[in-house]
Structures are given as structure tokens and as C-alpha cells.
């Protein structure tokens, strides 16, 4: 259009007139052939802008600009529309003659008929109009989309990959928005404009690919990168802005699948290989040089010469030359330690100078190289040796580290404690058989044992502990040795006080145990110290090492028994020297939470702990004690029974036959202390003795009182007897290092040695034939061992022509005057 024809459709409308224009003024058939011609001129407009879409670009501009001045012709004619309408309301609202006033009513209906018909075909105007402002805006979109294409062929040419992949988004959204649901329906305009940018992108993909292939070359041994690519007089293009690109084509990730899929194959897969195949005394060795002529980083492995491999080779070979085939090939497998550090420069090279510093990119090839590279590690090498297996765990963190692998990926680690655990099975297995070879031993030797020598022990403890200086009631613990101690600071006075005062709770006496045992709790020691380190390093082999500690105290309480199950009631020697064990293994199990309390971390505590199987321990050695103490009791009261103190005189065979009984009886104690001797406690052995003796008292002493009468060669025959008794106690007591009870009975209550009825024996022994007088004398001695009925029969026993009866005596000796 031009504004001469636009300008001519305002013209020819007369409704523009003033105001006080009459209803005669309006000329009908002008104004349908007004509407005539504003339809007429619409179609015209209609084929015109058709056939512009498929002229040129000129000519889709010069109709763009004439858009605008038809759209205000169309609101001109809109105006004197509703004006021509305002004046025919207003005409039909005047008086006049009623023939002349009918015959405007009648012409008036007619013009708002043709009137309404006007605006109606004035609204299709419109539809159309809006029709062709949509296709102006389509030419404006394609006018610059084609500007767009030109730009992107300008920036790929300069080598601008970023921008102009970023282009390439914007001109696909402008494309989308001129876009047909169907492509047939589609002008060929819009459809010719999207195959050029179809074929620009497809370009932009292919130097992009031609970058990265210039940038990055692989051989057999080398991994070259180039730092950066020109191309003509395109502007210099780095790894990383060609990464950016492709990430915006959403390409990316396919091209870095192919190029850690070429680098496995050409470079990885030929070094793993050669590295589980070297012969002996070689290495794989890599090394990172730069090219200043081709303005490249290379990244090279080598073989080389290394004595240490051959040398650990050679032994290996040695040690296992006897071994089977398979055995001899599986120890032939290098080590995976020795091939690590080749990997880890490879992928430090593949993230500094392959993936652009993008750990998107890094993260992809990781995902192609990792599974290849620890599946190859644990098949071909050998990750068992406690080197390889630290080397395996530093190299999977430090890959988890630098992003190279997923944080939960565990192949390897999961491997090493795998074969951690087998190990630990295994090493539990021979633990527990070496156990028990030691513990069904029968007769082991003997290891002497005191808490000044054993680790952890009450003494060692006192010994960390300061001083005590001017507050004597005060302890000046202070917090270094608190944390020494592993205790609280409110704690440690009361500790220290407690050692100080009730020490002898938990100290260890002096004692001889069976070798096996004290091996059994060096070993239970050993483990301890392996579990607070695994506990340390957040370790859960922890938790096994504290269950094989539990199960070795199970099998002591198991096999000891039971090995020495037909000696522990008859042998006073075997039963005390498994007393003596379970006494050690108790105290070992209770000075634990104290020895490595500190070294523990704190929600592991419980790891030192084991007081649930204290009393089980102290039960088992205490109840075959037990049983054995009542053996011999059977045995004394047995070897006794031929003793009749009721039978005869001193010249009678009775006499001897009780002679020989008590000798038998006090032996019998002899033998069995001194073979408790070997072994127990000093304390415990004393009052094991005591026991055991009193036992032999207290038979004479319920015989001696039986007696009805006694004759005067009866009663010096009752106190040889007694005598004899006495002495072969003492004798006993003296076999074992005892201190011997004093002639004089009568210092016998002052004695810490308690025997049970040897105090009523001496005074008997003492006192047996003598008169009143002499009774008196020992009144307090009587009256403090003996019992009323007792002190009667003694005294019926003594006396025969004594002028005052038993009864009168004892009021006598019980009174306080």
C-alpha cells in the first residue's frame, strides 16, 4: 500500500461532517458504494500482502511500513461511523408533521439496517487486518532469524563456539514461535529458513568435534593435549570453551562417553596389561612433559628398571616355591601398589588438561574409566598385602576427593574389607585352635605373676598418681593426669582416694598361673590394643576383635575344665592352679576399662569392658575349689575314722591305730598344702591350710567330748594323742612357709591365724589331768574357747578325788570375783 490510497478512503467517507449535519445529507447508495469500495480495496489489500510473503525481503519491508498508516484509516472510518450513527438517534428524536415524521421513521430503519450491516462487514475488515499484522509479524521474525544465521556463521568462523551455541538456542526459539502444528502446512519461506539453520548447527557440531579431535590425541603410550586450536584467522579456542559448547548443544556428555571409551581402549587397557604382565625387576613409570614446538602437554608411560620389585620377587618366589601351581600363580601377580601411581597421574592429567577443569566433565570420565580401571586391579593384582591394600584405599579417597568417582562408589574399599574379614575369620579360627592346644595341655609350667609387673595394674595406676603436698586430705590430681587415667576431673580425687585406701580390691596378689593362661591373657592384651586402634579409625573390625576376646574367655571356661576335669576334685595342686587362672583372667578383664579407657573414643567404651564375665569366671573357679575342699574333707574324716579316743590305753593297739590315723590325717593336710603352695595366694593359702587342719581338730575335738570316762592311763593317753596332733599341725603349717601357732596356748587368741578348733585342742591338750588350781590359771583362755559343757566334761575327765564338783567349779571360774 501507499499513503495516497490510504489517505483516499478518508476522503471519500462524507460522515466527517460538523455536527448540525440533517438526516437529507445522508446519500444511501453513496454510502454502499463507500462500503463497496472499503471491501473492494480490503481484498486488494489481502492479495497484495500475498503475494509480498513470496516476493523479496525489500518488499516485506516496504509493506510492513504501510501496516501502520492503514490501521489509521480503519480507526478514521470507525470515528465517522459512530458519529453517523449519533446523528441518525438524534433525527429520529425531533417533532414535526406526522406523514413526514412516518416517512424518517420508515428511512430511518432502512439507514440503521444498512448502517448495522456496514459495521458488520467493518468487523471482517478487522479480522483481516489483525490477519495481516500476523503476518508482518512473521516477516519480522524471519527478517531476524535470517540476521541471527548471518551472526552465527560470523561467530563460528571466528571460532566463538560458547556464543555461538548460545545463538543457536535463541534462533531455534524464534523459529518455535512461527511454527506450524503440521511442518506441511508451513510456508516454504519459514520452511527454507529452518533447513539453513538445520545445516548451520549440523556445521557448528562438526567443527566443534574437529576442535576436540585437533586438541586431544591418543597413542599407544601418550596422551597429547593441546592447550589451545586455531584455525585460519579464527581467534585461539581452549579445551574448556569447546566443553561449554557441546554442554549447550546437549552434546556433551556423548562426546566425553567417546572419548574416555577411545582413551580406555588406546591408552588405559594397553598399560593395564602390561603392567600385570611385566616381567621381574620392572615398573611402569609415567611422566608429563610439555611441547613448546606443537604448543601441547604430553602425558608418556614407560617400563623401567626397579631393584625393590625384583628383590620382593625373589623372595616371593622363595617363600612359596613348595606351593601348588595355582598357589605359585596367584603370588606371581604384581603387586597393585607399584601400577597406583601411574593411575593417579593419568587421571590428574585427564582432569587438568581433558576435561577443562569441568568436574562435570571429570565426573563423565570417571564414570566410563573407574569400573574398567578397579575391576582390572582386583582381578590382575595382588591387593592383599597390607601395603597394597592402604595404597587401594588412599587412591579410591583421593579419586572420591578430586570427583572423579561418586563418594558412595566402594568398589575397592569394599573389597579390602571384604578380604579384611576373611583374614580376620581366618586369624579368628587359629586364634581360637591355638587356644585351644594351650588349654588342654594338662600339666603346663608355672608363670609367676604380682601386680607390680602386670600392664595396667593398680600399682602402675598409683604410680601416675602426684604426690600428696601441704592438704594431706586433698588430692592434687591434676587435669593432665586426670586424662592420663582416662577419668573425669570430678572423678579423680575420689579415685586416687579410692586406690590409695581400697587399692587391695583390684590389686593383684602374688600368684603362680599356667602358662597357657598367662599366654591366653597376653593375647586377650594384644587384641585389646589392635581394637582401640581399628576403634580409632572408625574400624568396625572393632566389634570382631571384641567378640574374639569373649569367645577365647568362653573357651578357658569351657576347655580348662574340662581338661583337667579328673584331676580338679582329687588334686588339691590342679584345682588350685585353675583357681589361681581364673582369679588372673578376672583381674586381667577388670583392670581393661582402666588400662584403655583413654585410648578409646568415647561412644566405644564399651569395647574395654567385659565385668558380665566376671562373676561367671570367679563362680567356675570358686566352685571347683569348693568341691575339692569338701574331697578332702571326706578324705580326712575317712582316714581319721580308725582314731578311737575310747578304746583302750596307751599300751594298746588302739593307741597306735589313732596314732596312725592322726599322723595319716595331718599328712594328708601337708601334701595338699604344699601342693596349693605352688600356685595360690599367699592369703589364700593360709586360710586354705587353716581350714584344712581345722578340719583334722575339729574331729578330735567333737571325739574328745564324747567321752563318758576316762581313766588316769586314758587320760595321759588322750593328751599324747593330742600332743601328737598339735605337732603334726605345725609341721603342716611350716611345710607351706606358715608362721606356727605358739607352744603357749594361751597366746593363741592374739594369733591372726584362724584354725578352726585348734584353740579348744591346745587348751585340752594343756589341761587334760589337771586340777582346779591349774584351771583357774587358764580361766580367761577357758572360758573364751571352750563352751560350758566343755569346760564340764574336761574337768569330769581331769579329776577323780578333787574336793569340789565340776558344776561348783565352773561357777567358780564364771564368776567376776
Avoid at 563456539?161 to 531455534?172: D, G, M, N, Q, R
Avoid at 579360627?429 to 604380682?450: H, I, K, N, Y
Amino acid at each position: 500500500f501507499d499513503s495516497r490510497q490510504t489517505q483516499s478512503l478518508g476522503v471519500g467517507v462524507r460522515f466527517a461532517a460538523p455536527a448540525t449535519m440533517t438526516t437529507e445529507e445522508v446519500n444511501l447508495p453513496t454510502l454502499r458504494r463507500l462500503l463497496a469500495d472499503v471491501t473492494r480495496k480490503a481484498d486488494q489489500a489481502q492479495a497484495r500482502v500475498f503475494a509480498t510473503i513470496d516476493a523479496k525481503h525489500a518488499e516485506f519491508i516496504s509493506a510492513s511500513d504501510q501496516v501502520g498508516d492503514l490501521r489509521g484509516a480503519l480507526e478514521i472510518l470507525r470515528s465517522d461511523v459512530n458519529k453517523a450513527a449519533g446523528q441518525l438517534r438524534t433525527a429520529s428524536g425531533n417533532g414535526g408533521d406526522p406523514v413526514q415524521s412516518a416517512a424518517c421513521t420508515q428511512q430511518d430503519g432502512t439507514l440503521v439496517a444498512k448502517l448495522r450491516l456496514a459495521v458488520a462487514e467493518h468487523g471482517e475488515f478487522q479480522a483481516e487486518l489483525d490477519s495481516l499484522g500476523a503476518s508482518s509479524r512473521v516477516l519480522k521474525t524471519m527478517l531476524e532469524a535470517h540476521r541471527q544465521l548471518g551472526e552465527l556463521d560470523r561467530l563460528s568462523d571466528a571460532g566463538r563456539y560458547s556464543k555461538a551455541a548460545e545463538l543457536t538456542l535463541e534462533i531455534a526459539v524464534s523459529l518455535q514461535t512461527i511454527s506450524a502444528p503440521k511442518h506441511e502446512t508451513e510456508p516454504g519461506l519459514v520452511q527454507a529458513a529452518k533447513k539453513s539453520f538445520y545445516q548451520r548447527r549440523r556445521l557448528l557440531t562438526d567443527r566443534l568435534d574437529s576442535a576436540l579431535l585437533h586438541m586431544v590425541q591418543l597413542h599407544g603410550r601418550s596422551v597429547a593435549a593441546h592447550q589451545r586450536h586455531e584455525s585460519g584467522a579464527a581467534e585461539a579456542t581452549s579445551v574448556q570453551q569447546v566443553w561449554e559448547a557441546m554442554h549447550v548443544l546437549d552434546m556433551r556428555s556423548r562426546r566425553v562417553e567417546q572419548l574416555a571409551e577411545q582413551l580406555l581402549r588406546v591408552v588405559l587397557q594397553p598399560l593395564l596389561d602390561t603392567a600385570r604382565r611385566l616381567p621381574a625387576g620392572q615398573v611402569i613409570k609415567a611422566k608429563v612433559t610439555g611441547d613448546k614446538a606443537h604448543e601441547c602437554i604430553v602425558w608418556a608411560w614407560d617400563t623401567a628398571q626397579e631393584s625393590r620389585i625384583l628383590e620382593e620377587r625373589v623372595l616371593n618366589a622363595n617363600d612359596h616355591s613348595a606351593g601348588g601351581s595355582a598357589g605359585k600363580e596367584q603370588k606371581r601377580r604384581p603387586s597393585a601398589r607399584d601400577v597406583l601411581p601411574v593411575l593417579e597421574s593419568l587421571f590428574a592429567f585427564v582432569q587438568e588438561h581433558l576435561s577443562g577443569a569441568s568436574s562435570d566433565v571429570y565426573s563423565l570420565f570417571g564414570k566410563r574409566l573407574w569400573p574398567a580401571t578397579s575391576s582390572c586391579l582386583l582381578r590382575h593384582f595382588d591387593t592383599c598385602d597390607a601395603d597394597s591394600s592402604e595404597s587401594l584405599e588412599t587412591f579410591e579417597s583421593l579419586m572420591q576427593s578430586t570427583g572423579f568417582v561418586a563418594t558412595r562408589e566402594k568398589t575397592l574399599s569394599r573389597h579390602i574389607r571384604e578380604h579384611r574379614r576373611s583374614l580376620g575369620e581366618l586369624r579368628r579360627t587359629t586364634m581360637l585352635a591355638e587356644a585351644r592346644g594351650w588349654l588342654m595341655q594338662g600339666d603346663t609350667p608355672l608363670v609367676s605373676v604380682c601386680d607390680a609387673t602386670e600392664p595396667g595394674s593398680v600399682t602402675q595406676l598409683l604410680a601416675k598418681l602426684p604426690s600428696k603436698q601441704a592438704t594431706p586430705h586433698k588430692s592434687n590430681l591434676t587435669a593432665a593426669t586426670s586424662a592420663d587415667l582416662g577419668l573425669d576431673a570430678s572423678f579423680s580425687e575420689e579415685f586416687s582416694q579410692l586406690l590409695q585406701q581400697e587399692g587391695g580390691i583390684l590389686r593383684l596378689p602374688t600368684m603362680n598361673v599356667s602358662s597357657a593362661t598367662h599366654r591366653l591373657v597376653s593375647l586377650i592384651r594384644t587384641l585389646m590394643d589392635e581394637t582401640v586402634k581399628l576403634a580409632g579409625e572408625g574400624d568396625a573390625a572393632a566389634e570382631d576383635l571384641n567378640r574374639l576376646v569373649r569367645e577365647l574367655c568362653a573357651l578357658f571356661a569351657i576347655l580348662r575344665p574340662y581338661a583337667q576335669k579328673a584331676q580338679l576334685r582329687t588334686s588339691p595342686h590342679s584345682c588350685a592352679i585353675f583357681l589361681a587362672d581364673c582369679l588372673y583372667l578376672v583381674h586381667a578383664l577388670l583392670i581393661l576399662p582402666y588400662a584403655y579407657r583413654k585410648q578409646l573414643p568415647s561412644n566405644k567404651l564399651n569395647l574395654s569392658i567385659f565385668i558380665d564375665l566376671v562373676p561367671q569366671l570367679r563362680i567356675l573357679g570358686e566352685s571347683h575349689f569348693l568341691a575339692m575342699l569338701r574331697h578332702m574333707q571326706e578324705q580326712i574324716a575317712v582316714a581319721l575314722g580308725p582314731c578311737d579316743l575310747a578304746a583302750g590305753g596307751a599300751q594298746d593297739r588302739a593307741y597306735i591305730a589313732a596314732e596312725a590315723a592322726l599322723g595319716s590325717a595331718v599328712q594328708r593336710v601337708k601334701l595338699a598344702a604344699q601342693g596349693m603352695a605352688s600356685s595360690l595366694p599367699q592369703q589364700l593359702l593360709h586360710e586354705t591350710a587353716g581350714l584344712l587342719l581345722g578340719i583334722v581338730c575339729q574331729d578330735l575335738r567333737g571325739k574328745l567330748f564324747k567321752l563318758q570316762h576316762a581313766t588316769p592311763d586314758q587320760v595321759g593317753y588322750l593328751s599324747a594323742l593330742l600332743a601328737f596332733a598339735l605337732n603334726g599341725g605345725r609341721q603342716a603349717l611350716a611345710a607351706v612357709g606358715m608362721e606356727t601357732p605358739p607352744e603357749d596356748a594361751e597366746q593363741l587368741v592374739r594369733s591372726s591365724i584362724k584354725i578352726p578348733s585348734w584353740g579348744a585342742l591346745a587348751v585340752a591338750a594343756d589341761l587334760l589331768g589337771s586340777g582346779f588350781s591349774r584351771f583357774m590359771e587358764k580361766r580367761m583362755l577357758l572360758l573364751t574357747t571352750l563352751r560350758k559343757e566343755e569346760v564340764l566334761k574336761l574337768m569330769y575327765l581331769s579329776w577323780r578325788d578333787e574336793f569340789l564338783p565340776p558344776e561348783e567349779a565352773w561357777e567358780a571360774l564364771n564368776s567376776d570375783e
